[in-house]
């Protein structure tokens, strides 16, 4: 008898690894393990969640519960303890269980969390979990690796063109009219940009008060600093950063509300504050640094396209289109995020996500 529930067991978990196997990404591999325990009646209540590295960090992405929300979620789940037995390890509360897909949720990385209304045998699934998880594991490396070759295999690439290009450049006469001159300096500004937003960035860290970085690079990035109106957090939040490269992230942004205000500096507005995230499953505060510029604004249709290299609706002036693409860029160095919200013909704000401590997952120490 035992030796036949030993067989269905493992021919039920030959069938969950061919179900999942042809999964490309960390998510339809989670997609994947849910509708594979949903439709197999392993459960009856199941829901699937993503766990980005943001203040608000959770997002619902399947649920059998269709009226489910990240913050109905937290309500029903919180408070949630750690727990590790020969099953493996697992998040538990009186109104459930979850499962993540990794075993170092404090990393900066993406990851997803079956969460179980009813405690399920872990018998049955304490083995699916654990495949997913290695699964995830397995995805996630080959995913930074292939990320990591194509970065540097067309890094390389670009980098020979720009260079053949800058040859032709050199070409031209020193007398130049004033159409070529335009263009050739656009096309030096490209050369540039495309460059810095293809090489690998290495950081150069150190410690600097949150007051001192900003008043510095403010001063640094517009000739009309002190018009700029600041409401800095006074309280001595100390940022380990790269200095230099955040502050060419923050000129990058200045530059930007400064054309949309016709250079008017006095509509330009710096506020900071901090915020814990709200993860049930680490500690970690982030420092916001909000830039906002009472200008035009952005078309609505354009904001999932602003942060992408060469977006720009100013080409006819020269501007290459980098200047977000290289902030956000510089932020994700950081493990920060860099985030636009605008209101057409009202104010655009470009905000900073940067974390300010070492992420710690909770456990029940």
Known sequence: MGSGKEGNRIMRLNEFIDFCSGAVSEEMLAMQVFDFLVNNRHVDKLHL???????QPLKVIQSTDPGLDSEQFLRQYNP????????????ASDSGICYLS??????????YILAFETIPSPAVI???????????KSLRRHTIEGNIRTQYKYADLISQLLHDVHAI?????????????NRWNYQEQVNKKVLRYVRDLELFKSDMALETFLNNAIKLACPDYEKIKLDINKKAIPLNIDVDLMAEALSEILKNALAATDNEAEKIEISTRC???????????????????YGKG??????????????????????????????EKILNAHNGRLEIQSIKGHHTDVTFLIPVN????????
């Open 275 to 293: 915020e814990e995230s709200h993860s049930p499953f680490i500690r970690q505060k982030w420092l916001k640094i909000i830039i906002r510029d």
């Open 49 to 55: 969640l993503q766990h980005k590295n943001i203040p």
């Open 80 to 91: 949630l303890q750690h727990h590790s037995d020969e099953y493996g390890s697992y998040y």
């Open 298 to 327: 952005i078309v609505p249709d354009f904001l999932p396209y602003v942060k992408k290299p060469f977006f720009t609706t100013d080409k006819f002036l020269g501007r290459p289109g980098f200047g977000l693409a290289i902030a």
């Open 169 to 181: 450049l050199e070409m031209f006469p020193q007398e130049k009219s004033a159409e070529v001159e």
């Open 358 to 365: 070492t992420p710690v997952c909770i456990t029940d120490g």
């Open 102 to 111: 990794t075993d170092a949720p404090e990393q900066p990385a993406t990851f």
């Open 126 to 136: 304490s083995p699916v979990m654990q495949i997913w998880k290695s699964l995830s």
